[in-house]
């Protein structure tokens, strides 16, 4: 079964860049869709980005322009680059994923939609 680890969580100032990994353990992210979602606290987890198996990518309204989502060449990592970090930015980020979803089905789709999830990592950006 697979198993998602995030890494790259941190601190930054706003402006600036941190890159999030999502390791799935070995499986191919092209039997998913994998996603990545933020929760601040006090607030429902949402969908910041997916890429699906044909490499189809969507993004929630709030990053387009400033996040991306791209795989690396052996398809197991899914990354998140975030460019022009903003303080209400600051949240926990999960990696998720599926195999069911398009990309632009599963950034609309609910948590209780994607099977497999990883722990979590903190991102935090100051004004």
């Known amino acids: 079964q697979v198993q998602l680890v995030e890494s790259g969580g941190g601190s930054v100032q706003s402006g600036g860049s941190l890159r999030l990994s999502c390791s799935l353990n070995?499986?191919?992210?092209?039997?998913?869709?994998v996603a990545w979602f933020r929760q601040i606290p006090g607030k429902e987890r949402e969908a910041v980005a997916t890429i699906d198996n044909r490499g189809d990518r969507d993004f929630a309204g709030f990053v387009k322009g400033r996040f991306t989502i791209s795989r690396n060449d052996a398809e197991t990592i899914v990354d998140l680059q975030m460019d022009n970090l903003r303080p209400e930015d600051t949240a926990m980020y999960y990696c998720?994923?599926?195999?069911?979803?398009?990309?632009?089905?599963?950034?609309?789709?609910?948590?209780?939609?994607?099977?497999?999830w990883g722990q979590g990592t903190q991102v935090t950006v100051s004004s």
């Open positions: 998720a994923a599926d195999p069911r979803w398009s990309a632009r089905h599963g950034l609309r789709l609910g948590v209780g939609e994607f099977k497999h």
């Open positions: 070995g499986y191919t992210s092209r039997r998913y869709c």
